[in-house]
């Protein structure tokens, strides 16, 4: 099969098309061909040896975690799909090497769930991470309607999703990003404030009592964080580990078909979007990493099946 693979860290220079081999289904285990996966700023960190510390790597590695596609065959003892079915994924596994930028991939079944039937192929690739993230996030901050809750850079992935969900939990959101992207923000249902100096300022302007809780999805923004909690206040951060120091929570998604199974309910009452910014063919995966480095995207980057 075709894939995107890279044989040493590097930066986007490493990554090339290559053949490897078709992935073996072992028991309990789907196989889906690609029609869809999305870049996640994760997958480059890895290529570049920022996560060598926490995660085990085997060259060649092909990258990626999030896919959708088609069942192409299953293993033994796999009752809960069938060739032909329409799937997703959130697909990390335990160690980096045969992922989602490929034209086949192998999953165990009990991290795989039907694709929703309203999504597109790249929605529902750009979905499972970030929308896993804002869940994972908005779980752990354990919120009540009547709280208060500031999403720092609501803008990205993470943030328009854990918006979306919030705001159909009845919260009050307020969410940072740049003044461009304001009228998204306020279509998802937050209330938009600019980030940088002056932030502790401007949300005083729009809660004078505080927050109840914060959600970092940025990084940096810890003693803002603290100035704007009220007390007992809960905050999480999945870019600042030294939240934990502070009374916070580290977040780190887990892959999960009934978790993502909660998503794919409000995606089928139309409770919640997913916007795709820019879409490559796999082929041109360097180039898409690439623009996701740039910072500057206003959704997900997703590559879609090879061309050439």
């Keep these: 099969m075709k894939a995107m693979t890279y044989a040493q860290y590097g930066g986007t220079e490493v990554l090339e ?27 480059w960190k890895i290529m570049s040896g920022g996560l060598d510390g ?19 065959a299953v293993g033994f003892d796999t ?30 079944a009990a991290i795989v769930t039907p694709k929703p039937q309203t999504l597109s192929w790249e929605q529902a690739a750009a979905l499972p991470l970030t929308g896993l993230t804002a869940q ?3 779980d752990a901050l354990d919120l009540r309607a009547d709280h208060v809750l500031l999403v720092h850079n609501g803008s990205g992935s993470v943030g328009r999703t854990a918006i979306q969900l919030a705001a159909n939990a009845g919260v009050r959101v307020i969410a940072t990003g740049s003044p461009a992207n304001h009228s998204r923000l306020r279509e998802l249902g937050a209330e938009p404030v600019a980030y940088g100096d002056g932030l502790v300022e401007r949300v005083r302007a729009l809660a004078p009592d505080g ?7 940025i990084g ?26 502070h009374g916070g929570q580290y977040i780190w998604v887990r892959p999960d078909a009934a978790e ?46 090879f061309t050439s």
């Design 17 to 43: 098309q290559t053949n490897r081999p078709t992935p073996k289904v072992a028991p309990g285990a789907v196989l889906i061909r690609v029609k869809a996966a999305a870049v996640n700023p994760v997958d």
């Design 54 to 72: 926490l995660m085990d790597v085997a060259f060649p590695v092909t990258p990626g975690w999030d896919v959708a596609g088609v069942v192409e």
């Design 79 to 108: 009752p809960e799909f069938k060739v032909g079915d329409e799937v997703y994924s959130y697909g990390r596994r335990d160690t980096i090497q045969g992922g989602t930028f490929a034209e086949l991939v192998a999953l165990p």
């Design 136 to 138: 994972r996030t908005l």
């Design 211 to 217: 927050v109840d809780a914060a959600a970092d999805f």
């Design 220 to 245: 940096g923004v810890l003693k803002d964080t603290l100035a704007l909690l009220k007390e007992g206040g809960r905050h999480a951060s999945i870019a600042d580990a030294s939240v934990v120091d």
């Design 260 to 305: 993502l199974e909660r998503l794919s309910l409000l995606v089928e009452d139309g409770t919640l979007s997913v916007d795709v910014a820019q879409t490559f063919p796999l082929q041109e995966a360097a180039r898409a990493f690439q623009e996701s480095m740039s910072g500057h995207g206003t959704g997900k980057i997703v590559l879609t099946e």
